[in-house]
Each structure stands twice: as structure tokens, then as C-alpha cells.
């Protein structure tokens, strides 16, 4: 599987793509504002990352708004937040076959740019 789940307004993602040319790469690209995540595809996403909170952004500003940060939050709190607000998710989730790349992190990105350079 080669697949994008991104936000189609966020610069931070539009320059990632720029900046790696994975656009040219023939991805599926799936905007998480329009087409929501399914539990299928969270689950599948957690089963490659390791764990539901890997996936979850502690920047989106619903994770202030609701106060989470003086909450203690298991796996299954994580998933149910990412389902139920996009936000929440990590973005960029790139998956290339059996790999999976979460965030903007420099170091993520320059993953990334290895694995795209194999294929």
C-alpha cells in the first residue's frame, strides 16, 4: 500500500510533499478534513507505528481546548480522539508498503527521503 493521509490546507504537508517530490510517486492521497479516518485505517496505522498514541498530535488546538494535557490517556483514548477529531492525527502519515512515516520531524523526513529514493 502507498498511501498519504494529510490535511490539504496544511502548509507544513504541502512543503513536505514539495520538498521529498512524492507527488510524482503515484501515492493515494487521502485529505483526513473530507474523508475521515476509518477505525479500519487507524487500526492498520497503529499496527505499523506500534501504538495509538505514536499517531496523535499534542499541537492541535482541541488538545488544549479539552485540557488533555492533566489528563492521563490510554491507547484506547488516543484512538477514539483520532477518530472523532481529525486534528488529532499526526500529519503527514505517509505508509509505503510495510512502513510507516508520522509528523514532520526533520529526522522522519529524511526517512522519508530514503525510502522514496528506493523505490
Request: proline letters at 2%; a positive charge; glycine letters at 4%.
Amino acid at each position: 500500500m502507498r498511501k498519504i493521509y494529510h490535511l490539504a490546507t496544511c502548509t507544513t504537508c504541502q512543503a513536505i510533499f514539495r520538498d521529498t517530490g512524492i507527488a510524482k510517486k503515484g501515492f493515494e492521497m487521502q485529505d483526513i478534513k473530507t474523508e475521515y479516518i476509518t477505525p479500519a485505517q487507524i487500526d492498520e496505522m497503529k499496527k505499523l507505528s506500534g501504538s495509538y498514541e505514536s499517531l496523535f498530535s499534542r499541537r492541535a488546538i482541541r488538545y488544549r481546548e479539552l485540557g488533555l494535557k492533566e489528563k492521563s490517556l490510554c491507547e484506547t483514548d488516543y484512538r477514539n480522539l483520532i477518530l472523532d477529531e481529525y486534528t488529532f492525527l499526526k500529519r503527514p502519515v505517509v505508509i509505503i508498503d510495510n512502513q510507516i512515516f508520522i509528523g514532520s520531524e526533520k529526522k522522519t523526513i529524511e526517512a522519508l527521503k530514503q525510502a522514496l529514493a528506493r523505490m
